[in-house]
């Protein structure tokens, strides 16, 4: 336990240590017009972080797999295609017809719809497999990738490029309205997430022992799911996707944290996101002047730790 509480106030501390240097590091002297844009990103950094360590840390509970991230349901693909369909019916006028906050409400709803009709669809039959759920996920994600790729090859470059700078995360352009509503949807989520957070601990000994001891498993899965779908929806409407996020956080936790109980995993999983995105925007900004985006050293990161997961679990089999 000590070990425990010594571990999360280092954690804390590194939390703060990289707030307060991605907020001040090289300001120069234009402080009024630096600083404000930098809490901007600093508020979206550690939203986005909540979001995917939230998510990504409850969906992995209730798969029993911690190589797998609610990007296999293939939320990022769908939100792609929405901006393809929206690109290639109204061309480069695209965001003079819809505005940002349009985009972004409906790029959630589309991507809250794709979840629920899948999640009830599967539950309303009775079949409530979860990994059929995965599956069916997965292949509609590739159906969808497939489809926004065929989309995007008869737009002209122009077209292209406003889709492309949709495809690639982005704390640059940030909206403080958008933000603001991202902010209370994930509050209201939170909250209502934080009363079901204890039964993660007995669903993470398996389904029939779940049963056994006396939860109501479909329900709580499909109350799992769509809290995972609208902490996803938001974190990808407001910056874009993130693949390999969720994978690197939520196996740090599990490495440097030796504890089950899940009320306390999900915020420190949460935290060790927010840490490594600042840590990514600090050398997007500092070291590589803005010529790479976080996603991409993320997903290089977290991709060849992915690598590592793998050759891992072949070896101990």
């Known amino acids: 336990m000590k070990t425990l509480a010594r ?50 840390l409850i969906f992995q509970t209730i798969t029993s797999n911690k190589i797998l991230t609610p990007s296999i349901m293939g939320y990022e693909a769908v939100f792609i295609l929405f901006q393809t369909i929206l690109v290639f019916l109204y061309g480069d006028k695209t965001f003079q017809v819809i505005s940002d906050k349009a985009n972004f ?17 599967l539950f309303k039959k009775g079949k409530n497999n979860i990994y ?23 737009l002209d470059p122009n077209e292209f490029s406003m889709v492309e700078s949709h495809m690639f995360v982005s704390f640059n352009r940030m909206n403080t309205e958008l933000l603001t509503i991202s902010l209370v949807i994930t509050a209201l989520t939170l909250i209502f997430a934080q009363r079901y957070l204890k039964y993660l601990d007995v669903i993470a000994l398996g389904r029939d022992q779940a049963i056994n001891l006396g939860l109501n498993y479909n329900r709580l899965i499909q109350i799992y799911m769509l809290i995972i779908s609208v902490l996803v929806s938001v974190s990808t409407a407001l910056v874009g996707p993130i693949v390999f996020l969720g994978i690197l956080v939520t196996n740090i936790c599990y490495e440097l944290f030796a504890t089950s109980k899940h009320t306390y995993m999900v915020w420190l999983t949460s ?7 600042f840590i990514g925007q600090l050398l997007v900004e500092h070291v590589f002047n803005f010529s790479t985006t976080t996603s991409i050293i993320v997903n290089f990161i977290g991709g060849v730790y992915f690598i590592y997961l793998i050759l891992q679990s072949t070896q101990k089999k």
């Open 271 to 277: 935290v060790i996101a927010c840490i490594v995105l």
């Open 105 to 121: 409400i409906y790029a959630i709803l589309f991507m809250m719809l794709f979840s629920v009709l899948i999640y009830f669809l």
């Open 7 to 56: 571990r999360t106030s280092v954690l804390l501390v590194t939390f703060i240590v990289f707030a307060i240097l991605f907020m001040f590091f090289n300001t120069g002297n234009n402080l009024d017009y630096v600083i404000p844009k930098r809490f901007i990103r600093l508020i979206t950094l550690i939203l986005v972080g909540v979001c995917v360590g939230y998510s990504s």
């Open 132 to 154: 059929q759920l995965l599956l069916i996920g997965l292949v509609l994600g590739t159906l969808f990738d497939k489809i926004s790729q065929f989309v995007q090859i008869i």
